[in-house]
Every structure is written in structure tokens, then in C-alpha cells.
Antibody, heavy 126, light 107 residues
Framework: QVQLVQSGAEVKKPGASVKVSCKASGYTFTSYYAHWVRQAPGQGLEWMGVINPGDGGTTYAQKFQGRVTMTRDTSTSTVYMEVSSLRSDDTAVYYC???????????????????WGQGTLVTVSS | DIQMTQSPSSLSASVGDRVTITCRASQSISSFLNWYQQKPGKAPKLLIYAASSLQSGVPSRFSGSGSGTDFTLTISSLQPEDSATYFCQQSNSVSVTFGQGTKLEIK
């Protein structure tokens, strides 16, 4: 069965960086786009960006350009998301999620999210 | 970015009631609209995709309709386990956006 297992909770100081991992299993890792979505406490869902695990291509939400980096390791079927220059309003649960659409080389389509990780709480506090 | 607006932001209903939640897009998104259910402390779960297609394993009391800018999620006969927050999401552009959520409580 498809599973996305994320790394554990993190506490960081303002200005620091955090790197969250998401290990996929139960499907062909390189065949499905991986997205990251975050949710601040008591708030809604915010899309951050997408990575094509096949070729490593990325597209980021404009809000996060220059501050977020998504990478992948095909040998371990793991995607990573790093956020730099953390601020208090980055405190949120970060989710990795799989797009229901199979990868189309050179194309980043919009996504429906059929599987989600359990979430990783990142707390930014001095 | 396409703005998604849900209404109501919260509602309370009784077991067996028919419940409707609406979602409006700031521009036409054809049928590129999905609905998710989220329970406290859990990740969202896909209920409806492409406006009206039921995700595998989701009870048939859930249904979706609409196209263009106006969409609805209907629960035909509310069950206690349906207490949750529901989000719509547009998948018309790669920069997907979500509605702000509708919190559904059981009376």
C-alpha cells in the first residue's frame, strides 16, 4: 500500500533552516509528482511547491521562491523540503503529498492529492 | 493565483441531515475542483476529484457537483464520523489553492 512517512517534529530559532524528509513506499517513486503543503495552527492549507522525482525538476509557489528547496534521493525513495531564514509565521505542520497524476516528462501539471504523509510540526521560536 | 471561497465557514447539523457546502472560484476552473476532509490532528483525505468523481473507498453519501466557478459538496445523510473540516481545492493551475475550510459539527 502507498505510504508517505515524514521525519519528526522540529524546533528552530528564527533565521535558522529546517529540512523535512518524506519517504515513499508502495509505488514507483519516480512515476508520481511529490508536493508540499503546509498548515499553520488553526489555519487553512497552503501549497508550497512540487518536485518531479524522476528528473528532480521543481516548481515553487511565488511566495516561497528563494527560501524553499525541494530535492529527492531516488536510491531511498525520499523527497526533502528545506526552508531557510525561518520566521515565527513559518510555524506550521508541513505535509508531503503525492499527486494522483503520473509524471509527464518536462511538464508540471496541477495536482489532485491522493496520498498524504502524517505531517511534520515545525515550530519557530526564540 | 485563483482565490477559492467556501461557505459557510462553520455549520452544525444533526445525524441524518442533508448538508451542503459551497465553494466559489475567482475565475473559471472548469471541473478542476477537489474536496478533502480533515479530522483534528490528521492529514487531509481526498473525497471528491474532478468536481463530481468519488474517490475509491469514500462512502456514497458524499457527492460533488458544479463547474466553472460554483461548486458544492453534499452529504446526503450525515453520520457522526463526518464531523471534520472540509476544504475545496482548485487543480486548474500548477499553483493550486485551497478554500479556507468549513468546520462541520454534529449536534
Amino acid at each position: 500500500q502507498v505510504q508517505l512517512v515524514q521525519s519528526g517534529a522540529e524546533v528552530k530559532k528564527p533565521g535558522a533552516s529546517v529540512k523535512v524528509s518524506c519517504k515513499a513506499s508502495g509505488y514507483t517513486f519516480t512515476s508520481y509528482y511529490a508536493h508540499w503543503v503546509r498548515q499553520a495552527p488553526g489555519q487553512g492549507l497552503e501549497w508550497m511547491g512540487v518536485i518531479n522525482p524522476g528528473d528532480g525538476g521543481t516548481t515553487y509557489a511565488q511566495k516561497f521562491q528563494g527560501r524553499v528547496t525541494m530535492t529527492r534521493d531516488t536510491s531511498t525513495s525520499t523527497v526533502y523540503m528545506e526552508v531557510s531564514s525561518l520566521r515565527s509565521d513559518d510555524t506550521a505542520v508541513y505535509y508531503c503529498t503525492r499527486a494522483a497524476t503520473e509524471v509527464i516528462p518536462g511538464f508540471m501539471p496541477a495536482a489532485t492529492f491522493d496520498y498524504w504523509g502524517q505531517g511534520t510540526l515545525v515550530t519557530v521560536s526564540s | 493565483d485563483i482565490q477559492m471561497t467556501q461557505s459557510p465557514s462553520s455549520l452544525s447539523a444533526s445525524v441524518g441531515d442533508r448538508v451542503t457546502i459551497t465553494c466559489r472560484a475567482s475565475q473559471s476552473i472548469s471541473s478542476f475542483l477537489n474536496w478533502y476532509q480533515q479530522k483534528p490532528g490528521k492529514a487531509p483525505k481526498l473525497l471528491i476529484y474532478a468536481a463530481s468523481s468519488l474517490q475509491s473507498g469514500v462512502p456514497s453519501r458524499f457527492s460533488g457537483s458544479g463547474s466553472g466557478t460554483d461548486f458544492t459538496l453534499t452529504i446526503s445523510s450525515l453520520q457522526p464520523e463526518d464531523s471534520a473540516t472540509y476544504f475545496c481545492q482548485q487543480s486548474n493551475s500548477v499553483s493550486v489553492t485551497f478554500g479556507q475550510g468549513t468546520k462541520l459539527e454534529i449536534k
